[in-house]
């Protein structure tokens, strides 16, 4: 049963950054799991902010967020991360990781989220 487990979050002042990680366990195999990074605003529906590849290549970000983040994996860890820069406060929300196993369209596997607040 993998088990994903964020941190990282926090209030920050607009312009400001944070880097977000993900720590999974429970995998069979975690390097044949994309990963991704969603957010949920207030008031807003979920929405996919980036997502990695096996290969550890960044295969999709929000169109509001390219330039400023950036996602990265470590294998050893089971880790991923999400960095953020120049933060807005359009970016605060409720982040939560997810996996999905062998690059399935959907997501199998999620954490319980992490709060990023922009002020």
């Known amino acids: 049963h993998v088990q994903l487990v964020e941190s990282g979050g926090g209030s920050v002042q607009t312009g400001g950054s944070l880097k977000l990680s993900c720590t999974g366990s429970?995998?069979?195999?975690?390097?044949?799991?994309?990963m991704g990074w969603l957010r949920q605003g207030p008031g807003k529906a979920r929405e996919a902010v980036a997502h990695?590849?096996?290969?550890?290549?960044?295969?999709y970000f929000l169109d509001s967020v390219k330039g400023r983040f950036t996602i990265s994996r470590n294998y050893a860890e089971r880790t991923v991360f999400l960095q953020m820069d120049s933060l807005k406060p359009e970016d605060a929300g409720t982040y939560t990781c997810?996996?999905?196993?062998?690059?399935?369209?959907?997501?199998?596997?999620w954490g319980q989220g992490t709060q990023v607040t922009v002020s």
């Open positions: 429970g995998y069979i195999h975690y390097d044949r799991h994309c």
């Open positions: 990695i590849g096996t290969s550890g290549s960044p295969m």
């Open positions: 997810a996996a999905a196993a062998k690059c399935r369209p959907e997501y199998n596997y």
